[in-house]
């Protein structure tokens, strides 16, 4: 049996919750998705999107399933985070409605346009963020400080680029895609990671 989930994520400061959940209603039923599974939280987008409730429900989800949102931005914080549900979706075989716009990624032609449009966004996005960390890094050297690898024994190849990274994945960007620009493993990504927390 196909599921529908309809996702509601609101800040604390929004009023339009039940506006959006007759909204997300009358869609399933336009479209023939049957009873809706109501997946509420009060969270903002910053958190990212995996740690979320969404992310639990999300990782259950197979193929034929649906998930309906007002608009496409309660999905995730960016075009980054945005497109890396959708393209999971895809890979899954779920669907993603959005009553606003009436989107509809539901493997059409349609989608395959709107899925473009995004990943073009979602480049465009991420070399602005990278340039925006060149130029502050570039800034910080003019002012004085010392960027760079530190010398030392079990030093990381990362450690030359730690504000540049943190800032890429502060911005939404994939831990997948930073390891492929910095010529990294994922795991080795994870452990240096977990080294910075400590």
């Known amino acids: ?7 509601l994520r609101v800040s604390t400061a929004e009023q339009d919750l039940e506006k959006n959940k007759a909204d997300i209603a009358l869609l399933a ?6 009873r809706v599974e109501w997946v509420e939280e009060k969270i903002s987008g910053v958190k990212d999107w995996k740690k979320r409730k969404f992310g639990e429900v999300f990782g259950t989800l197979k193929k034929g399933d649906a998930v309906i949102v007002s608009e496409l931005s309660r999905l995730g914080r960016s075009t980054l985070q945005i497109l890396e549900i959708m393209q999971l979706a895809k890979e899954k075989g779920v669907a993603v409605h959005a009553v606003k716009g009436g ?6 032609m349609e989608s395959k346009i709107v899925l473009t449009m995004l990943a ?7 070399d602005l963020i990278s340039e925006r960390t060149k130029e502050g890094l570039r800034a910080r050297k003019a002012a004085g400080a010392v960027l ?20 890429l994945l502060k911005n939404g ?3 997948t895609f930073v390891a492929k620009k910095y010529e990294t493993s994922l795991p080795n990504l994870y452990n240096w990671l977990k080294m910075k927390e400590k």
């Open 1 to 7: 049996m196909a599921r529908t989930i309809g996702y």
């Open 29 to 34: 039923n336009e479209k023939n998705l049957g």
């Open 103 to 108: 989107w509809s990624l539901n493997g059409s």
């Open 120 to 126: 073009m966004i979602a480049e465009i996005e991420r």
């Open 148 to 167: 760079g690898r530190p010398k030392g024994p079990g030093k990381s190849k990362l450690d030359q680029h730690k504000e540049e990274i943190l800032a």
């Open 173 to 175: 960007s994939t831990k």
